[in-house]
């Protein structure tokens, strides 16, 4: 494949990819793979296209994006079924994540071109000057996409940064590169040739976009963060990292049960529990815990899993794969074997192809545990008895993430203070997962979760950008005072302004 994606495309043959069908184990598409060399030819196809790109109106390239949008929506069958079948989603999850892309280049259309004009600012302390603000875009952008929502998250950053005027390289997952692939093809049929490229591959193909590009955004876990900002480092190549969660929830004694029973069941096993931002550890007041619990057994206790192959409905799919299962099974198995009680599933689900796990339910945990202490991703849920709400936030700060969290309480004023001393990116109160299709909120997180945010209006759009700053005399004098020569009386005059207006 060459890295530009297009059809028909005559290509010499290469070392391919097999991608696997998550919900029935065999491979379903094989992927001609990269390698540096060819995410180096790609960069240079993106740097020649790029400025004709930059050049467009704000205007122009989102009418141009609009009608490659069209072009994805209207051969969605291909974007959609293959993310099916390499993620094991169910449909909703699948159309969703389309969805959420379509919304995102929609709330950037109504206003990315203010966003992006020219800003005056003013040029005080001079007189006689001009100054203002330009937003430039960066060059090239590079996307490390992970294998969760490979879809959203490629093109939550893509659509941005082609809007700013860049030419971008995405890179999805190894294990989940269809879809993206599919994508980049359907949108190709509209947006000029090496705008947009695909690279498959894994991280050293990975570590060759980092090479290359003068923006990298990666949505992975805080390891793959760390070894990508290292490696952008050498050329100080600026990284907007979307790392891993371990997020809580906090459940208070005056919450609406129910709806923190079923926030917890949604937010814990969406995606089989394999979301950044899925809720991993439960906090609840003494007063409710034994209430809260028992709704929230029967909620889980109503799930249906399996594959979402039409012939019945399922609110989640299987494992995307046996490493991602063994860590939910480890962390279970070191929770039991330190006193924790399973009340609901706690052993994988026999099945001949994909692999899966039960909806999870564990009380009688401890801040010790790995199921508390470290990211679990799968549809488990650990329940912790607090005495109240400061032993809560507590808890909830005892993390070395800070993605998101969320308060339960029907005291709306008292939620949104505690929640405010929350150390993450997010905070929600009787809510959970949905900030991040809120395109003028910004999403990201603190500590090992991230660095940067997406979204968040003007500037989740201008970080695809460099800012230049643009000074102008309109004087017409021959010199400035500033300007040489310098005299005794200059530096004593220079003092006696600091001292008086600094100074007193
Ligand atoms: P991952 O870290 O294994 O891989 C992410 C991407 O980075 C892949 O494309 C991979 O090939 C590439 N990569 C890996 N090592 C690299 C290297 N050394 N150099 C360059 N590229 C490299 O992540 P994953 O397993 O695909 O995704 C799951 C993780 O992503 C979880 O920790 C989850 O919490 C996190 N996540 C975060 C967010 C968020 O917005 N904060 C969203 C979704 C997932």
Redesign the pocket.
């Known amino acids: 494949m060459s890295a530009l994606a297009t059809e028909g495309e005559a290509a010499a043959p290469r070392a391919t990819l097999a991608v696997r069908d998550a919900a029935r184990g065999s491979v379903f598409r094989e992927l001609p793979t990269d390698d540096p060399t060819a995410v180096a030819e790609a960069a240079a196809r993106a740097r020649a296209a790029q400025p004709a790109w930059a050049a467009l109106s704000v205007k122009e390239r989102l009418g141009v994006l609009a009608a490659a949008r069209r072009e994805l929506v209207r051969g969605r069958a291909a974007v959609l079924d293959a993310l099916a079948a390499e993620t094991g989603k169910p449909r909703v999850d699948v159309v969703g994540e389309l969805l959420g892309i379509c919304l995102e280049l929609r709330a950037l259309s109504k206003k990315a071109a203010r966003w992006l004009s020219r800003e005056r600012v003013s040029a005080r302390p001079f007189v006689g000057k001009r100054g203002y603000v330009l937003y430039k875009p960066r060059g090239l952008v590079g996307v ?6 490979p879809l959203h ?1 490629t093109f939550v950053d893509a659509f941005p940064a082609l809007v700013a005027g860049n030419a971008v390289i995405v ?5 989940t590169p269809v879809a993206v692939y599919e994508a980049v093809l359907a949108l190709n049929r509209v947006l000029p040739p090496g705008i947009l490229q695909v690279v498959v591959g ?2 050293d193909v ?2 060759a ?2 090479d290359h590009v003068d923006l990298v955004c ?7 963060g760390r ?2 900002m290292e ?1 952008a480092a050498r050329r100080l190549t600026p990284v907007l990292l ?4 371990n997020d809580p929830m906090i459940v208070l004694a005056d919450a609406d049960l129910d709806r923190a029973a079923r926030a917890a069941a949604w937010g814990g096993c969406l995606m089989t529990g394999q ?3 899925s809720v991993e550890r439960v906090y609840v007041e003494e007063a409710v815990a034994e209430p809260f619990t028992r709704k929230l057994e029967a909620e889980l206790a109503r799930l249906r899993f399996g594959a979402d192959d039409g012939s019945r409905e399922v609110d989640f799919g299987p494992f995307i794969g046996p490493r991602q299962i063994e860590i939910v099974e480890r962390h279970v198995a070191d929770a039991v074997e330190r006193g924790a009680r399973v009340v609901l599933g706690g052993k994988r689900a026999a099945s001949a192809t994909g692999v899966y796990f039960p909806p999870t339910l564990l009380t009688g945990v401890r801040a010790d545990m790995a199921i508390m202490r470290e ?1 679990t ?1 799968g549809p488990v849920i650990p329940v912790q008895v607090v005495k109240d709400a400061f032993e809560a936030i507590r808890h909830a700060n005892d993390c070395e993430h800070g ?1 998101s969290a969320s308060v339960g309480t029907r005291d709306l004023a008292r939620g949104l203070a505690l929640a405010e001393r929350i150390e993450s990116g997010s905070v929600w109160v009787n809510e959970c997962v949905l900030v991040a299709a809120v395109p003028a909120l910004p ?1 990201g ?1 603190l500590k090992q ?2 660095v940067g945010t997406r979204h968040g209006g003007a500037e989740g759009l201008r970080q695809f950008c460099v800012r230049q700053a643009v000074f102008a005399d309109r004087t017409g004098l021959k010199r400035e005072w500033s300007w040489f020569p310098y005299s005794t009386r200059r530096a004593r005059l220079l003092d006696a302004l600091l001292h008086h207006v600094f100074g007193r």
Request: hydrophobic share 40%.
């Open positions: 490390l996409g992970p294998w969760n929502a998250l890179k999805p997952s190894e294990v894994g991280p990975g570590a976009v980092v990666v949505t992975g876990s805080s390891a793959t070894r990508v490696r979307e790392l891993g969660g979301v950044c931002m990211e991703f993605l999403f997180g979760s991230g």
